[in-house]
């Protein structure tokens, strides 16, 4: 059986185009990883850069965009759902680093493919857990605050 790839769907946006659009270049991201794995040949951490420069990208840009245009939005920047989400970034965040020092090291030190393709595997499967737990839930209730301010509707 192949490895999952995530479809956007109308379900998922929070309303704001520009959160809905980095949200779609993350699941752009797991289906580019999901065809490295699926690919057939062996993977070089090279292979890979593509998916760590992005993750940087998102943990680092993206979740200061995010977090920046729901307070804007919302009647309450301290509302507890956005409190949530900016820890949940604060941790995700630190994965993000731990990720990027690990492939920083098997470049360092060299990495058979065998731990490549570990890493990449597991990278899929923490990056799909991310957008269960968090870009389909925290980030679509988090939105939701904003929704009966007037700038919700720009
Ligand atoms: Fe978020």
């Known amino acids: 059986m192949g490895l999952p790839r995530f479809v956007w769907q109308r379900a998922y946006e929070t309303g704001i185009p520009e959160v809905d659009m980095q949200h ?9 990883l999901a065809d490295i794995l699926e690919s057939g040949s062996t993977i070089s951490l090279r292979d ?3 998916s760590l420069a992005f993750l940087k990208y998102y943990a680092e840009w993206h979740f200061q965009r995010e977090e920046r245009i729901f307070e804007k939005r919302a009647d309450d920047p301290k509302h507890p759902l956005l409190c949530a989400n ?19 090291a098997m470049q ?3 990495a058979s493919p065998v731990q ?18 968090h870009v389909l839930q925290v980030d679509r209730r988090a939105a939701a605050v904003c929704a009966h301010c007037p700038l919700h509707q720009s």
């Open 48 to 50: 890979l850069n593509g």
């Open 86 to 104: 900016r820890r949940a970034h604060a941790r995700f965040n630190s994965l993000a680093q731990e990720w990027y020092r690990r492939f920083l």
């Open 116 to 133: 490549v393709r570990q890493f990449a595997q597991d990278l899929y499967y923490e990056l799909i857990d991310w957008v269960e737990n």
């Open 108 to 110: 360092r030190d060299g």
């Open 24 to 32: 779609r270049m993350l699941f752009d991201a797991i289906n580019r």
